[in-house]
């Protein structure tokens, strides 16, 4: 079952969170909260988990809705949604 893997998964980042401070205090990216809030408002479904891919600096979060995930990739340097993918 999915569901559980991606709960376990819930808020973790691919980088240390060490290493994501240190970027949103450089001003080079937004922090988390911020992004997640407004992600939050205007997404669809059940609010699963997210990460943060420092190589693209980009966060995704999940949600389910009708019993599919649906991934939304924000650009973490401007806060601006870049990509929405449903999976069935």
């Known amino acids: 079952m999915l ?7 819930a808020g973790q980042a691919a980088a240390a969170p060490n290493d994501v401070q ?26 699963v988990g997210s990460d943060f891919q420092p190589s693209t600096r980009m966060y995704r979060f999940r949600f389910l809705k009708d019993g599919n ?7 973490a340097r401007t806060g601006q949604r870049v990509r929405t993918k449903q999976s069935y």
């Open 22 to 47: 240190d970027m949103v205090r450089a001003g080079e990216i937004l922090p988390f909260e911020a992004i997640q809030r407004r992600v939050m408002q205007e997404a669809p479904g059940e609010y």
């Open 3 to 9: 569901l559980p893997v991606l709960l376990a998964t």
């Open 69 to 75: 995930l649906i991934n939304i990739d924000v650009d």
